[in-house]
């Protein structure tokens, strides 16, 4: 029996006469995420109204410019949609001016290098190899191959970032742009520690708050619009909007912020991504975002807890955001073999880096663990305990096919339990 709901059916019809591949496809990706345990830090589930504005019409509109400002006729509903998209992201935020229309959180990091960079300037980001971006500097993205990228690591001994380091690095390396913010790092950035190292160094401050920016907008993160000089960010991950990105910055940056966007990088906006936006910004809004942020964070330091009472050994020894990265040295599994591993059991989650890691990227030693998405099904400390469990016993009976049939038959049950709509 199918698992997609009645009115989910409905809506899938048209698109199974004309293209019945496609959505075959998108059906079974629907049964995937259904009966699936999504453990992917970056990922979250999007509300059915942020799905609607997604795939409505305004798909069909160029909108090349601004409100206002539109290198089009019949912009106004575009200029509606784009307006209170910006307005309520500079409200969420506190920030002076917001631009919504960079397509992912790439390019909303290369729109800020556009805006206030020139080709070879410098630029210091946290190493990817440690938990930063690959757009922070690293020498296969664009970032690392426009401009003179150089690199902050973490502690060896603790895990954690030294802002000691930083500065030192900071003071040698002399960058035009200092960048903060991580895609596996589970502890919060000192954002006004960057901000003292960027004015004594002369640097503007970036912060790229793509993974933690629904805690932030829930006072569970300090808010680096107070420190920085620009924040990026992604739309799709704690936040929990539609896949795109957008960036905040100060009165005296928005001229270049929205010259770099359009037309420096990009063509016309896309304006059913910018109308999801808005709608993710709206609830971001309400007050239940808030309980949702801290039920994320809740799990997560819940799941710290029983990986670490099961013998992991965590990066950081915790986690203080929606993720857990696990050093996975001493079960004597890679990340590789346990991402594979979790597969078979019906758990998705992405093999990581650790810093120092012995272990090359394809491989590596670590495991990305993120609460977003099981957080969004309505999961709590028990079934987190659960899920903790489910690794666990995974790991210690990967070499058992019956025991991985069983934890399979128990992750299909908890997912029955929460549906993803
Ligand atoms: N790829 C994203 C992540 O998984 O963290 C970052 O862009």
Wanted: proline letters at 4%.
């Amino acid at each position: 029996m199918s698992s997609i709901p009645a009115q989910k059916q409905d809506e899938m019809n048209a698109l199974r006469c004309a293209d019945p591949e496609i959505a075959l496809a998108i059906e079974a990706e629907q049964r995937r995420q259904q009966t699936h345990l999504e453990l992917i830090a970056s990922e979250n589930l999007v509300s059915r109204a942020v799905l609607q504005a997604q795939g409505s019409i305004l798909t069909n509109k160029y909108a090349e410019g601004y409100p206002a400002a539109r290198y089009y006729g019949g912009c106004k509903h575009a200029d509606t949609v784009e307006d209170l998209a910006r307005s309520r992201a500079i409200n969420l935020f506190g920030a002076d001016h917001a631009n919504v229309q960079p397509h992912s959180g790439a390019s909303a990091n290369l729109a800020v290098y556009l805006a206030c960079l020139d080709p070879g300037d410098r630029i210091l980001g946290m190493d990817l190899a440690h938990g930063g971006h690959l757009t922070h500097g690293a020498a296969v993205s664009i970032s690392g191959r426009y401009f003179q990228a150089h690199s902050y690591g973490v502690d060896h001994d603790t895990g954690l970032i030294n802002l000691e380091e930083v500065r030192t690095r900071a003071q040698a390396v002399k960058p035009k742009l200092i960048v903060a913010g991580a895609s596996s790092y589970p502890r919060k950035i000192d954002y006004p520690g960057f901000q003292g190292i960027a004015r004594e160094t002369g640097a503007l401050f970036m912060a790229d708050i793509a993974h933690v920016a629904g805690l932030i907008v829930a006072g569970l993160h300090a808010n680096p619009v107070h420190y920085a000089d620009l924040v990026t960010s992604t739309t799709h991950k704690t936040l929990r909007g539609p896949r795109g990105g957008f960036i905040l910055c100060r009165h005296e940056f928005a001229k270049s912020i929205d010259r770099a966007v359009f037309p420096g990088l990009q063509g016309g906006p896309l304006m059913h991504i910018i109308a999801a936006k808005a709608v993710a910004f709206k609830e971001a809004l309400s007050p239940d975002f808030a309980i949702y942020q801290q039920r994320v964070l809740d799990n997560a330091e819940e799941m710290a807890k029983h990986l670490e009472e099961y013998g992991f050994n965590l990066v950081t020894g915790g986690t203080d955001t929606h993720l857990v990265l696990v050093d996975l040295r001493s079960k004597g599994i890679t990340g590789l073999e346990a991402e594979r591993l979790l597969e078979r059991v019906g758990i998705t989650a992405n093999k990581n880096a650790i810093p120092y890691d012995p272990q090359s990227r394809q491989v590596t030693s670590g495991l990305r663990l993120g609460t977003p998405v099981i957080t969004s099904r309505g999961m709590g400390r028990q079934q987190i305990k659960q899920i903790a469990g489910f690794i666990r016993d995974a790991i210690t009976g990967r070499q058992d096919p019956g025991k991985l049939v069983r934890i399979r038959e128990q992750v299909a049950r908890l997912c029955l339990e929460f549906p993803i709509c």
